[in-house]
């Protein structure tokens, strides 16, 4: 069984454009979550998903976007990029809710640099 | 022992001995704790969950601890390996309402062999 996909896997944007990240949850999941890791530091909440709806949105700016599709695969949109977006953003996937067995499983994550 | 590093706490065991990860968690009405690993370049991974009416839960070579009073979480890995080194992670979560898994900033494991 495929686990969460993620892509691009690095992604090298210029101060001020927008990034589009992907993901792919496992078969059977409907909810995706989006976590943003900075370089050394923990994993914070930005979105989450379920059943194409926002269920819930972290501290952050509204630059910060996303939408589910009707397949549950997820986008995660930052418009109007600035240096301190560049982090590791990792998404993840659940049974509807968060409270599945096993908790989350998350991909590999998609290393965004801003220059 | 255990220090502070650039921004992680950094705990350095030897290959064979048992290691303790603390967590302090933030809110009294999780009912719910995850332990992650990450390993570089990857995303975290699930190690063992625990429930609030439990204090004790036992997995392979893993054991976590609960003590609501204190609000505080503790992940034992017997006979430390090097493939156990990475940076892990508690999670908490309230089971109600649209609440989501809230991260620690998380703990560097070093063993050497």
């Known amino acids: 069984e495929a686990g969460v996909t993620q892509s691009p896997t690095h992604l090298i944007k210029t101060r001020g454009q927008q990034a589009t990240l992907r993901c792919s949850p496992i078969s059977g999941h409907t909810s995706v979550y989006w976590y943003q890791q900075a370089l050394g530091l923990g994993l914070q909440f930005l979105l989450w998903?379920?059943?194409?709806?926002?269920?819930n949105r972290g501290n952050f700016p509204p630059r910060f976007s996303g939408r589910q599709f009707p397949n549950y695969s997820s986008e995660l949109n930052v418009n109007a990029l600035e240096l301190e977006d560049s982090a590791l953003y990792l998404c993840?996937?659940?049974?509807?809710?968060?409270?599945?067995?096993?908790?989350?499983?998350f991909g590999s994550g998609t290393r965004l640099t801003v220059v | 022992g255990e220090s502070v590093g650039l921004h992680l706490p950094t705990l350095s065991v030897q290959e064979g001995d048992n290691s303790i990860i603390n967590c302090a968690y933030s809110?009294?009405?999780?009912?719910?704790f995850i332990w992650y690993k990450q390993e570089s370049g990857k995303g975290p991974q699930f190690i063992i969950d625990?429930?609030?009416?439990?204090d004790k839960r036992q997995g392979q070579r893993v054991t976590v601890l609960l003590n609501k009073t204190v609000k505080h979480l503790s992940l034992q890995i017997a006979a430390t390996q090097p493939g156990d080194s990475a940076v892990y992670f508690c999670?908490?979560?309230?089971?109600?309402?649209?609440?989501?898994?809230?991260f620690g900033k998380g703990t560097m494991l070093l063993v050497s062999p």
């Open positions: 625990i429930r609030s009416n439990m």
């Open positions: 809110n009294s009405a999780s009912d719910y």
């Open positions: 998903y379920d059943e194409g709806e926002e269920r």
């Open positions: 993840a996937s659940s049974l509807s809710g968060w409270e599945a067995k096993d908790g989350y499983t």
């Open positions: 999670a908490e979560g309230v089971s109600s309402g649209y609440s989501t898994l809230t």
